[in-house]
T-cell receptor, first 111, second 112 residues
Framework: SQQGEEDPQALSIQEGENATMNCSYK?????LQWYRQNSGRGLVHLIL?????REKHSGRLRVTLDTSKKSSSLLITASRAADTASYFC???????????FGQGTRLTINP | ETGVTQSPTHLIKTRGQQVTLRCSSQ?????VSWYQQALGQGPQFIFQ???????GRGNFPPRFSGLQFPNYSSELNVNALELDDSALYLC???????????FGPGTRLLVL
C-alpha cells in the first residue's frame, strides 16, 4: 500500500509559471525525498529533507516539510518544458530498508 | 544517468511462466532494492539485498525471489506469472545505510 497521497494527481501550467505539488503521509518518518520520472522510465532523485528540517532548496526546487501535519510540498520555480514528468514523494523511516512512495503528480509544462 | 543498468528493457511472458530480471548496481553500491510500479501508480517495495542476503521485504508473495551476487549485481525472479504482475520493475542501488537510492531505467514486463 502507498504511504502518501499526492495532490494534485495532474497539473498543467504554462512555461515560466511556478508549479507546486503536495504530499501527505501517514506515519513518522526519518526523511522525505522527491523523485522525478520521465515517460515511465527510471526515477531520478531530486532532493531529500530530513525530519528535523523545515525547508530545503536546490536550484529551482524548494521543498518544505511539516511533520506536525505530516505533509510536504515541492515548488518548481520558472518551469521549463523539460520539467514535464511525474513527480513522486517517498518517505524513509528509521531502520527500514525501503522507500514508500506516493502515487505521484503528473506535471505538464505547456510552451 | 545513475550508472544502474537493467536488462532486458521489455519482456512479454504468458501466465504461468517464470521470468528473471537483471540489475547491475552503480559502482561502490553494495545494497540493491527492487520495486514494482503498476501503470499510473507509485513504485512499491519488493525487497532489498545487502551482501548477498535479503535485508527487508515488502508485501509480495514468495513467488517473488531474488539473488545478489558478490559483485553486487542482482536478479529478480518471479514464478507462476499472473496477469497482475504486468508492471515496470525498477532496481535501485545505494551504499549501505544511504538514504537516497539510485534507480535504473526499469524493465517493463507484460504478462498475457
Amino acid at each position: 500500500s502507498q504511504q502518501g497521497e499526492e495532490d494534485p494527481q495532474a497539473l498543467s501550467i504554462q512555461e515560466g509559471e511556478n508549479a507546486t505539488m503536495n504530499c501527505s503521509y501517514k506515519t513518522s518518518i526519518n526523511n522525505l525525498q522527491w523523485y522525478r520520472q520521465n515517460s515511465g522510465r527510471g526515477l531520478v532523485h531530486l532532493i531529500l529533507i530530513r525530519s528535523n528540517e523545515r525547508e530545503k532548496h536546490s536550484g529551482r526546487l524548494r521543498v518544505t516539510l511539516d511533520t506536525s501535519k505530516k505533509s510536504s510540498s515541492l515548488l518548481i520555480t520558472a518551469s521549463r518544458a523539460a520539467d514535464t514528468a511525474s513527480y513522486f514523494c517517498a518517505t524513509g523511516t528509521q531502520g527500514a530498508q525501503k522507500l514508500v512512495f506516493g502515487q505521484g503528480t503528473r506535471l505538464t509544462i505547456n510552451p | 544517468e545513475t550508472g544502474v543498468t537493467q536488462s532486458p528493457t521489455h519482456l512479454i511472458k504468458t501466465r504461468g511462466q517464470q521470468v528473471t530480471l537483471r540489475c547491475s548496481s552503480q559502482s561502490g553500491h553494495n545494497t540493491v532494492s527492487w520495486y514494482q510500479q503498476a501503470l499510473g501508480q507509485g513504485p512499491q517495495f519488493i525487497f532489498q539485498y545487502y551482501r548477498e542476503e535479503e535485508n527487508g521485504r515488502g508485501n509480495f508473495p514468495p513467488r517473488f525471489s531474488g539473488l545478489q551476487f558478490p559483485n553486487y549485481s542482482s536478479e529478480l525472479n518471479v514464478n507462476a506469472l499472473e496477469l497482475d504482475d504486468s508492471a515496470l520493475y525498477l532496481c535501485a542501488s545505494s551504499p549501505r545505510g544511504w538514504e537516497t537510492q539510485y534507480f535504473g531505467p526499469g524493465t517493463r514486463l507484460l504478462v498475457l
